[in-house]
T-cell receptor, first 110, second 115 residues
Framework: SQQGEEDPQALSIQEGENATMNCSYK?????LQWYRQNSGRGLVHLIL?????REKHSGRLRVTLDTSKKSSSLLITASRAADTASYFC??????????FGKGTRLSVIA | DTAVSQTPKYLVTQMGNDKSIKCEQN?????MYWYKQDSKKFLKIMFS???????INETVPNRFSPKSPDKAHLNLHINSLELGDSAVYFC??????????????FGPGTRLLVL
């Protein structure tokens, strides 16, 4: 069953702008992860945030987690054309497999 | 060196044929997975193996059979291919840690087209 749902489905911004993607989920989780998928490639792990964490940074990435609202956001600051990709959130709950959302397609226009 | 590799990268075949996709990981992970990504980019887990034992078998047709000869390999065999099997199949691996499974490392995908 699908757990995470990303919003928006597609996002187009200019290079240098910030991009924000949101993820909502339904059940309690152990952790939430964000992955990137470039066209024609496999998924690449970006960042993992545990259920007891509220915010995490990695380079130009900032992830927040609000367990009361069952939502997470991924912020990419100072976007570059190379950030163009699909971004997926994935949630881990108990012993169930990692469940991926449908992704947000980000286009960064130079 | 590629961490998770899959072969072939592309597979075009006729309906009714039997085909296999191979996956190997050199990360020393103890868990491997097969995912199917459809045309709408929805990624769904099919199988998961931990130390050569099947631990997750989602609702997939019996025509799909995973085989794990050792911890580093998880192959996917598909019998009697159907048009609806056309998709991108991803292999992934991860390492179990106390408190749960950590991040997954994905292969480049195998693009299967059934004609």
């Amino acid at each position: 069953s699908q757990q995470g749902e990303e919003d928006p489905q597609a996002l187009s911004i200019q290079e240098g702008e910030n991009a924000t993607m949101n993820c909502s989920y339904k059940t309690s989780i152990n952790n939430l992860q964000w992955y990137r998928q470039n066209s024609g490639r496999g998924l690449v792990h970006l960042i993992l945030i545990r259920s007891n964490e509220r915010e995490k940074h990695s380079g130009r990435l900032r992830v927040t987690l609000d367990t009361s609202k069952k939502s997470s956001s991924l912020l990419i600051t100072a976007s570059r054309a190379a950030d163009t990709a699909s971004y997926f959130c994935a949630t881990l709950s108990g012993n169930t497999p990692l469940v991926f959302g449908k992704g947000t397609r980000l286009s960064v226009i130079a | 060196d590629t961490a998770v590799s899959q072969t072939p990268k592309y597979l075009v075949t006729q309906m009714g044929n039997d085909k296999s996709i191979k996956c190997e990981q050199n990360l020393g992970h103890d868990t491997m997975y097969w995912y199917k990504q459809d045309s709408k980019k929805f990624l769904k887990i099919m199988f998961s193996y931990n130390n050569k034992e099947l631990i997750i078998n989602e609702t997939v047709p019996n025509r799909f059979s995973p085989k794990s000869p050792d911890k580093a390999h998880l192959n996917l065999h598909i019998n009697s291919l159907e048009l609806g099997d056309s998709a991108v199949y991803f292999c992934a691996s991860s390492q179990e840690r106390a408190g749960g499974r950590e991040t997954q490392y994905f292969g480049p995908g195998t693009r299967l087209l059934v004609l």
